[in-house]
Nanobody, 126 residues
Framework: QVQVMESGGGLVQAGGSLRLSCTASGLIVDGYAMGWLRQAPGKEREGVSCIDWSGSTNNYPDSVKGRFTVSRDNAKNTLYLQMNSLKPEDTAIYYC???????????????????WGQGTQVTVSS
C-alpha cells in the first residue's frame, strides 16, 4: 500500500521561509518524478515544482521561480520543498505527489500525478 505524507507546513509572516518534507512508503521514489502542488481556497490545484527521478532537472512556474527549491533524497525516499520570500498569495494546502513518469515536462498538472499525500497547510500572513 502506497502512503505519501507531507510535513512542515504552518503559519509564517510574509518574507519568511518554510521547508516542507514528504516521505513515501510502499513506493520506490526513484522510479518516479515527484512534485509539489498547491490549492488555495476557491482556486484550482496547480503544480509548483517537479523534480525528475534523479534530481538533475526541476521545473517551476513563474509564480514561485527563484523563491522555491525542490530537492529529493532517494536513499531516504524523501522529497523537500524549500520556500523562501513567502507571500500571502502562497497560502494554500500543499500536496506532495508522484508523477506517472520518471521525467518532468514542466511543473505538471494534477492529472499528471498518480500518488498523493493528504496535504499540509501553509498560511502566510501579511
Amino acid at each position: 500500500q502506497v502512503q505519501v505524507m507531507e510535513s512542515g507546513g504552518g503559519l509564517v509572516q510574509a518574507g519568511g521561509s518554510l521547508r516542507l518534507s514528504c516521505t513515501a512508503s510502499g513506493l520506490i521514489v526513484d522510479g518516479y518524478a515527484m512534485g509539489w502542488l498547491r490549492q488555495a481556497p476557491g482556486k484550482e490545484r496547480e503544480g509548483v515544482s517537479c523534480i525528475d527521478w534523479s534530481g538533475s532537472t526541476n521545473n517551476y512556474p513563474d509564480s514561485v521561480k527563484g523563491r522555491f527549491t525542490v530537492s529529493r533524497d532517494n536513499a531516504k525516499n524523501t522529497l523537500y520543498l524549500q520556500m523562501n520570500s513567502l507571500k500571502p498569495e502562497d497560502t494554500a494546502i500543499y500536496y506532495c505527489a508522484a508523477r506517472s513518469s520518471i521525467w518532468c515536462s514542466g511543473p505538471g498538472s494534477p492529472q499528471d500525478f498518480v500518488y498523493w499525500g493528504q496535504g499540509t497547510q501553509v498560511t502566510v500572513s501579511s
